[in-house]
């Protein structure tokens, strides 16, 4: 079983939609959970990171859900500029401080 | 800036070559961290480091080498014995094991090509 799996997608959406991802992890010890944004030929780069409470970045939204081990994050809003691969990340301290990727979600913003 | 560098970002290599690819961060970050993208896929973890003088084998090693003797430089060989190098190489750091919430940072990459 995958550490981490998401729904690879691919989304693709009109200019103004609100689209959501998600991801579940399977190691219930995992401590820290992200969302990374990465687009095409170049490195990942944090989006944001989930806390336990939920948070909101302008129109990003990220939830975690310990309980069923879920992780989601809510786009609102659409924009061209949206259009990226988006990584599920988690990160396991007791596997010696290790992130375990999801493959990604692919997510094309059409005008 | 404070940030993570690698060079070179293009690399060719012949078969049966080994070759480096250099990794420098000024983050002052304990962990550091190599992986590997191929095209379509997810970041797959070959070596990681959680101190200096210390690393560990990822999902992935065979094939490569690292070492850590410096907390700013983990530099990867890429050796003769990896059969399907040509892929996107990245080196990530974080801060450390005992700081909740660590995200990595991740470098621009090394696209490393076999001919």
């Known amino acids: 079983r995958k550490e981490v799996e998401q729904d690879p997608g691919p989304f693709n959406v009109p200019e103004g939609a609100t689209v959501a991802f998600n991801c579940t992890y399977s190691n219930s010890a995992s401590q820290s959970f992200f969302w990374y944004r990465q687009d095409c030929r170049k490195e990942p780069k944090l989006l944001m990171s989930?806390?336990?409470s939920g948070n909101e970045d302008g129109r990003f939204t990220a939830q975690l859900n310990r309980a069923s081990q879920y992780i989601s994050l809510l786009i609102r809003d659409s924009k061209l500029s949206d259009s990226a691969t988006y990584l599920c990340?988690?990160?396991?301290?007791?596997?010696?401080?290790?992130?375990?990727f999801g493959t990604g979600t692919s997510l094309t913003v059409i005008p | 800036d404070g940030g993570i560098t690698q060079s070179p970002k293009y690399l060719f290599r012949k078969e049966g070559q080994n070759v480096t690819l250099s990794c420098e961060q000024n983050l002052n970050h304990d962990a550091m961290y190599w992986y590997r993208q191929d095209p379509g896929q997810g970041l797959r973890l070959i070596y990681y480091?959680?101190?200096?003088?210390?690393?560990q084998k990822g999902d992935i090693a065979e094939g490569y080498s690292v070492s850590r003797e410096k907390k700013e430089s983990f530099p990867l060989t890429v050796t003769s014995a990896q059969k399907n190098p040509t892929a996107f190489y990245l080196c990530a750091s974080s801060i450390g094991i005992l700081v909740p919430y660590n995200e990595q940072f991740f470098g621009p990459g090394t696209r490393l090509t076999v001919l």
């Open positions: 990340v988690v990160n396991t301290p007791n596997t010696g401080n290790q992130f375990y």
């Open positions: 989930v806390y336990s």
């Open positions: 480091s959680q101190i200096v003088n210390d690393f």
